[in-house]
């Protein structure tokens, strides 16, 4: 088993059965720029439920997971892989690796759970700055080791 790249938009998977559509968030309860714009267009709730969790502060850091129904079989996964949304003081860009690694471990579980596969766009790799090789072995460990099909889309 392997990633499946394909030219699309991931807010419309295509597969049968449960899916999640994974994204990364940013851990100062913005939203605005980037994939979540195509995410609010489609499902206002998704913005709407990352939003209310952030004000609520329950358990909203790096690592962590939202996971919103939005659709029958489509659950939308707000993972905060990103702090911030500047380079730090360092130079570095705000995506944090091992946040993204302990967010794809929870999907993973959810995923099995849902009996889902797991779609989503080149993540962490945008405005959050990461470089795909790495987040694709996190994905690669994380998710296909544990035979979770994965697509991504490049629009």
């Known amino acids: 088993m392997d990633?499946?790249?394909?030219?699309?938009?991931a807010t419309s998977p295509i597969s049968p059965?449960?899916?999640i559509i994974t994204h990364i968030c940013n851990d100062i309860g913005g939203w605005?720029?980037?994939?979540?714009?195509?995410?609010?267009?489609?499902?206002?709730?998704?913005?709407?439920?990352y939003r209310q969790w952030y004000n609520s502060q329950e358990e909203f850091s790096l690592g962590d997971v939202q996971?919103?129904?939005v659709a029958?079989?489509?659950?939308?996964?707000?993972?905060?892989?990103?702090?911030?949304?500047y380079k730090n003081t360092n130079?570095?860009?705000?995506?944090?690796?091992?946040?993204v690694r302990q967010c794809l471990k929870k999907v993973a579980l959810f995923a099995m759970e849902q009996k889902a596969s797991i779609h989503m766009p080149r993540i962490g790799c945008g405005l959050a700055g990461g470089k795909w090789e790495l987040i694709e072995q996190i994905i690669?460990?994380?998710l296909i080791d544990k035979e979770i099909a994965v697509t991504v889309y490049d629009l």
Not at 76 to 84: K, P, Y
């Open 72 to 85: 029958d079989d489509i659950y939308v996964a707000n993972m905060i892989g990103q702090q911030g949304i």
């Open 3 to 9: 990633i499946i790249y394909i030219k699309g938009d």
């Open 17 to 19: 059965g449960n899916k």
């Open 67 to 69: 996971f919103v129904h």
């Open 32 to 49: 605005g720029k980037g994939f979540v714009l195509a995410l609010s267009k489609k499902w206002k709730v998704t913005e709407e439920a």
């Open 91 to 99: 130079g570095l860009p705000p995506i944090r690796y091992e946040a």
């Open 140 to 142: 690669k460990e994380e």
